[in-house]
């Protein structure tokens, strides 16, 4: 939904359950006419989705998020100001076919997002 045309993957890596995404994000993009403007900040929300689709970009197959027991915020993330951010995801399939997922999003000291959670294939 999100990608190319929000978000663009500039390189991705995927080894033994550990995925690593270089994305960039469209300051121009409608989002930020109302979040904020002037101030593009990515909204939670989407930071979220970034992360669901990259991981069903690599599995080949669509998720749903079951639970997620972390979802923190912790550094706004401006396009304006940081224009690149590297995802990190480290996942693992469980033996009722669901995927403990851990990620981050960041961009070297700056942390925008951590999760911990459980995504279901649909």
Do not use: W
């Amino acid at each position: 939904m999100l990608l190319n045309s929000f978000f663009y993957i500039t390189s991705l890596t995927s080894k033994n359950g550990r995925t690593i995404a270089e994305i960039r994000v469209d300051p121009l993009h409608p989002i930020f006419e109302g979040h904020f403007p002037g101030q593009p900040v990515v909204p939670g929300v989407c930071m979220i989705e970034i992360l669901k689709e990259v991981l069903q970009l690599v599995d080949e197959k669509k998720y749903r998020l079951e639970t997620a027991s972390v979802i923190k915020f912790l550094t706004m993330f401006s396009p304006l100001e940081f224009t690149t951010a590297t995802l990190v995801i480290s996942s693992e399939e469980t033996e009722d076919q669901k995927k403990n997922v851990v990620a981050s999003l960041e961009f070297e000291q700056h942390v925008f997002l951590k999760f911990k959670g459980i995504y279901i294939a649909i």
